[in-house]
């Protein structure tokens, strides 16, 4: 760990060693310092009752430059630590969020987003927490070496205390270092799982509260933070035991370089000088070494810090893209081809089976074309647009979009071509215009304003408050379902794709609505070149509108062809077809009694009245 961060910032990892090491002599220095000016100016001016001016301007002025010198190691230690941590900080979160955005999709499903988050935040800084105290530490290695040197100068007998110390320092650490290692590891873990919780509760917060679980969501986040609690208490209290211990030792030291100094110097084999100087090395080095023992008391919480962030670093499966790149200026429609398609999501552990999703699926959306996919609940139509745009890659066969296959393309050119509207509507918590440019260029207000009018979306934009400045509350909490589906419409339709993917983007708008939408979206308004759509439909009026319908079951595509030749030759899709019809009939019916009967009620008063 300490080796990686060294490696990659070397140079300020120099400058801050220098800093540190400046500050090390710097402190042996005044210690030699203060012990001449008592030895060779105070105890004089104590016999003689007077003292030269002479005498005392040398003594401030060494002690002033020695002063001087130490300000200039510890202002180069602290701020090339500073930045170094900091660097290697945010590097890590960068390269931890960019793993992120090349792994795929199937990895994310098998990781939770606390643990993600956790990943890119507390896991990275707890790896580099260290980097801070370890210039400071290399620095006290030297300064020890340093005054371990001086000691043997000085008299074998002090140095023979010193050595007793230091070892016992070192020991005392590696002991602390052990203990702590594995309550360091769980406390670090406990905190991922416990913004896993946090995060699945607020992301759930509607589910919690309309099916009453607040209890039960408060009670399972209560024990997860209770066991990080008497986690993090048990290092708390180990840390209560040692710290005491490693900072007496220094002073242990101090005192018994004070009884065997007393006792050379009656012998005659130290001057008052040097006793001074060698009790006032000692009291002056428990700070500095206290850096070694900061830096081996993070390492257990760094080591863990670093094993999860690895973690991802070292996850396998990216999606490259590559290096082909479609015509920007063609403004034709896009088409998109399936040949032989097979598709199976990886298990969670790797000794379990993998599950095949998808399987032969061969089909073509023709360029300027609408073709809509129907299928029951399962059959596989979502992870067919997720391929459509590359969220995942088949097992076998190829998608290509004019031809090319889709892993060819590079990322710009695959996300200026198509664009998705996913099943589950996201909305950020921003204004209405900037969830609809997502600060991509050549997107002001008039191509908002055309993409709210095919998405049928401007009549409740413009009656907002602030029209496209309005804000729209976290995943746009604000605004209706349908009203949702029509912004993250609009939003896909503003960057003009020449292929519109809409995975049932449209079930929680009315049928009228979303016929216009489709109306739209085929002969825009604007005189604009119609967009290929691939539609996943459940209402007939829907799939009427399209001009090919494919029919899929498990994972296999049945049947393909218009929506009355599909109605009358294939069961299976006309029991479907009926039976989504009768559910939207039966949903119209409820809702248009819910509006009647307050009016029947009301004139039903009138009259008994």
Known sequence: MLGRAIREQPRIFAV????????????????????????KVVVPAVERGSVTGGALALAAAALFGISLLRVVGIFGRRLGAGYMQYRLQAAYRRRVTRRYLDLPLAWHHRNATGTLLSNANSDVEAAWYPIAP??????????????VVSL?????????????????????????????APRQARAQRLRAEVSGIAHESFDGALVVKTMGREAQETARFADRAGDLRDALISVGRLRGVFDPMLETLPSLGTLAVLVVGAVRFRQGAITVTELVSVAFLFTVLAFPVRAIGWVLAELPRS????????????????????????????????????????????PAEAHLPGTEVLGEVTFTVPAGKTVALVGPTGAGKSTITSLAVRLVDPRTGTVTLDGVDVRELTAASLASTVALVAQVPFVFDDTVRANITLDRA?????????????????????????????????????LSGGQRQRLT?????????RLLVLDDATSAV???????????????????????????????????????VIYVEHGRVVARGTHSDLLATVPGYADLVTAYEQAEHEREQTRTYDEVTPLTSGLEAEVDR
């Open 16 to 39: 801050a060693v220098a800093g540190s090491v400046l500050f090390g002599l710097m402190v042996i220095a005044s210690a030699y310092v203060v012990g001449a000016v008592v030895g």
């Open 134 to 147: 370890l210039p400071f530490a290399v620095g006290t290695l030297v300064m020890l070496v340093g005054a």
């Open 152 to 180: 043997f100068l000085t008299d074998w007998a002090l140095a023979l205390v010193g050595l007793a110390v230091f070892p016992a320092l070192f020991a005392l650490n590696v002991v602390y270092s052990r203990r702590m």
């Open 303 to 346: 080591v863990a810090g670093w094993d999860r962030v690895r973690r991802v670093l070292d996850a396998t499966g990216e999606m490259p893209y590559g290096d082909v790149t479609l015509d920007p200026a063609t403004p034709a429609p896009a088409t998109l081809a399936f040949h032989d398609v097979h598709f199976g999501y990886e």
């Open 442 to 478: 050549g997107i002001g207000d008039d191509e908002v304003w055309a993409a709210l009018r095919l998405a049928e979306a401007d009549g409740f934009v413009a009656a907002l408050p602030e029209g496209l400045d309005t804000m729209v509350g976290e995943r746009g909490t604000s």
């Open 489 to 497: 419409l609009a939003r896909a339709i503003a960057g003009r794709p």
């Open 510 to 548: 009315d049928p009228r609505v979303e016929a216009a939408i489709l109306a739209g979206l085929r002969a825009p308004a604007d005189g604009g070149a119609p967009a290929s759509i691939l539609v996943v439909a459940y209402r007939r009026a829907t799939i009427a509108l399209a001009d090919e």
